[in-house]
Nanobody, 126 residues
């Protein structure tokens, strides 16, 4: 059974950093496009970053470009989202997801992803 589990969320002060992890089980993450998303209370789920499965091409939303970095460690079957210079408006539940194995291109559209983790809370506050 395909499963994704996020971890690494928590409370951090503005300007701080966190690294989120997305551990995959039941499948090989190397064969999938991975995306990171977030959803704040009362807002729609937002695509933040994605990484393609073959060439490692990465894409970022303007809201996080230059602050967040996506990566994958195929040996550990885990993806990461390094978040620096965090702001209060980054407060949200963060999710990782994968596209169908049929696709190889990067996208930030939530409807393009078929399997999701349960999310991890990130709170940026002083």
């Amino acid at each position: 059974q395909l499963q994704l589990v996020e971890s690494g969320g928590g409370l951090v002060q503005p300007g701080g950093s966190l690294r989120l992890s997305c551990a995959a089980s039941g499948f090989t993450l190397d064969y999938y496009v991975i995306g990171w998303f977030r959803q704040a209370p009362g807002k729609e789920r937002e695509g933040l970053s994605c990484i393609s499965k073959n060439d490692g091409n990465k894409h970022y939303a303007d809201s996080v470009k230059g602050r967040f970095t996506i990566s994958r460690d195929n040996a550990k079957n885990t993806a990461y989202l390094q978040m620096n210079s965090l702001k209060p408006e980054d407060t949200a539940v963060y999710y990782c997801a994968v596209r169908s194995r049929l696709f190889r291109s990067c996208t930030l559209s939530t409807t393009d992803f078929v399997s999701w983790g349960q999310g991890t809370q990130v709170t940026v506050s002083s």
